[in-house]
């Protein structure tokens, strides 16, 4: 990824993250909620500062994911597949971006904020997309056989190519467990904020243990409640802070 790029997301998300405050410091001591109803609203740090927020459409799918000032929110098609993604950023406005299945429900193309559509093709065999960003940079996104991200790698002219790795807990749950998978669609339209968000902040349907390669390094020390659900995490992130800082998971019924 381009240095110039890592370096603008880290130093305006670090600036959100010293400006947010939390309107709510509570902390609930009412029954466990059951794994199967069990859904992430909200994400503190240990002295209540609010993080992330999420809300959900009445089918349970993702609508709007809060971070910092950053809002992503997403847009489904009839078979439940994320068809449109929105990005505001902070100070920028926002960016969208759309994108079209096979018959399979695999992607097949996506088309960028500067509304040019990109063909994404997909390997069966070997459980990867590849897609052209331009003509300088292509990407290969190798799954999971539970289709977690494995790898991205990304191609640039001239250069050696960036590959960045992602390990999870398996067996456990984490934040996204219940919902609808995001990752593909987001990772697909900005590489840089996956790492920097849902990295760092543990949202996934699979708690992460380690991300990296290339500039990116995020490493996640877990703490899970009885139900092997995720609870508290130590974030090692140099998107988040210059020290470990404490994560709290905060869970809805639905």
């Known amino acids: 990824m381009k240095k110039s790029i890592y370096l603008a997301v880290l130093f305006l998300f670090g600036i959100m993250l010293i400006s947010c405050s939390g309107d709510d410091d509570s902390r609930s001591s009412a029954p466990p909620i059951p794994v199967d109803q069990r859904y992430l609203s909200k994400i503190t740090d240990e002295q209540g500062e609010l993080l992330v927020v999420i809300n959900y459409n009445e089918n349970k799918t993702i609508a709007r994911m809060t971070i910092g000032g950053f809002i992503f929110r997403y847009e489904y098609n009839e078979i439940g597949k994320v068809q449109n993604m929105h990005l505001g950023i902070p100070g920028e406005g926002s960016a969208s971006f759309s994108y079209t299945y096979d018959g399979n429900g695999k992607m097949n193309s996506y088309t960028g904020s500067d509304g040019v ?108 409640d009885q139900d092997n659900f995720l609870k508290n995490s130590i974030a090692i992130s140099p998107f988040l802070s210059n020290e470990p800082i404490k994560l709290i998971y905060e869970y809805i019924q639905l």
Not at 187 to 200: L, R, T
């Open 117 to 224: 559509m990109r063909p994404v093709e997909y390997n069966a065999q070997e459980n990867y997309y590849h897609f052209v960003e331009d003509e300088y940079d292509s990407y290969t996104i190798y799954l999971n056989s539970n289709q977690t991200l494995k790898k991205v790698i990304e191609h640039e002219q001239g250069e050696n190519d960036i590959a960045i790795n992602l390990f999870y807990e398996d067996g456990k749950y984490g934040p996204l467990h219940n919902t609808n998978d995001i990752s593909l669609s987001t990772i697909v339209a900005s590489p840089i904020y996956y790492y920097a968000f849902f990295s760092s902040f543990n949202l996934c349907s699979v708690p992460f243990q380690e991300v990296f390669g290339g500039q990116v390094y995020v490493l996640q020390e877990n703490e899970f």
